[in-house]
């Protein structure tokens, strides 16, 4: 499940990063390294899901990289409807 919620923000970022690429020159740097980041979540989780009935700690940062990818899609969500309002008032 959370394995998931992560390769869908990884998914949105990408394709958010793919269009607005031309509004992202001053946060590029920061979207990378978010972008990295996501990506070494999603390997942490797949390792991850197999243990998480073994041990509390495994169990309890699946949940809490699960709330923080939910985090960064509703970031990167608000950045979107920022980025969308901009262009329709052609700033």
Do not use: P, W
Not at 47 to 66: G, I, L, P, T
Not at 70 to 78: F, L
């Amino acid at each position: 499940m959370a394995v998931s919620v992560v390769s869908c923000v990884v998914t949105r970022l990408g394709n958010l990063v793919a269009q607005e690429a031309i509004y992202l020159n001053d946060v590029s740097d920061k979207v990378h390294e978010l972008q990295t980041e996501l990506t070494r979540m999603q390997c942490f989780l797949r390792d991850a899901d197999a243990r998480q009935n073994e041990s509390a700690f495994v169990k309890n940062s699946v949940v809490e990289m699960k709330d923080l990818a939910y985090d960064a899609e509703d970031i990167i969500a608000t950045y979107a409807l920022t980025v969308a309002s901009r262009k329709g008032r052609g700033t």
